[in-house]
């Protein structure tokens, strides 16, 4: 399969998880249709659009194809109207986060390398793509981003495009590559909230 494809496809998948984390927390907040619609959107596309802008890739892949804006809305519905079935997952936005979080690292740093960039700057490039969604939804329900909490973020997507270099210089499978990076950052992310794991504060605080 084309690279560009492949990445369009799980970029596509990303956008549906993170929708979903952006429209339950406006249900959380008691927002309304609309409210639910914006903040899913938000969510879904700021982190792939600001890793367009910052390749140079213009028009951002969000507003050049139409399908991004779809998946994001149809994943607001979804929000919307199956809230009591999301949230038999008990902690559902840090699952969807966790999820999210994963699959727009792998896709930020592989279109790092795809643009050719150097290792390093594709995974701060995956990073940045994987936390930029958040960090818009959280700041439009005046919350303090997750991102600058003490909560493992981060560094999650960190460990996830992380991978994806390291896979690719053992030149394995696509699949593969992107299997390992979703779960590497899925699962620091899921394991440092059950065990309350967080960055180090200051001890003046």
Do not use: N
């Amino acid at each position: 399969m084309d690279l560009s494809l492949y990445i369009t496809r799980v970029d596509l998948l990303g956008t549906f998880v993170f929708g979903l984390s952006g429209g339950t927390v406006a249900i959380r907040h008691r927002l309304d249709v609309f409210g639910v619609i914006v903040l899913a959107v938000a969510a879904a596309l700021a982190g792939g659009m600001l890793r367009d802008m910052l390749l140079g890739a213009t028009p951002v892949i969000a507003l050049a194809d139409e399908r991004y804006l779809l998946v994001a809305v149809a994943a607001a519905l979804v929000a919307f109207f199956f809230k009591p079935l999301i949230s038999r997952l008990g902690k559902p936005v840090m699952v969807f986060d966790a999820l999210g979080l994963g699959l727009f690292a792998v896709t930020g740093c592989r279109k790092g390398l795809e643009y050719g960039l150097d290792p390093a700057v594709s995974v701060l490039l995956g990073v940045l793509t994987a936390v930029g969604g958040g960090l818009v939804r959280d700041l439009l329900v005046t919350e303090v981003p997750r991102v600058l909490r003490e909560e493992i973020y981060a560094l999650a997507a960190f460990v996830g495009a992380t991978v994806v270099v390291v896979g690719e210089y053992l030149v394995l499978a696509d699949w593969l590559v992107t299997l390992l990076g979703v779960s590497a950052a899925f699962s620091v992310r899921v394991i440092s909230v059950i065990y309350g794991w967080s960055a180090p504060r200051s001890p003046w605080l």
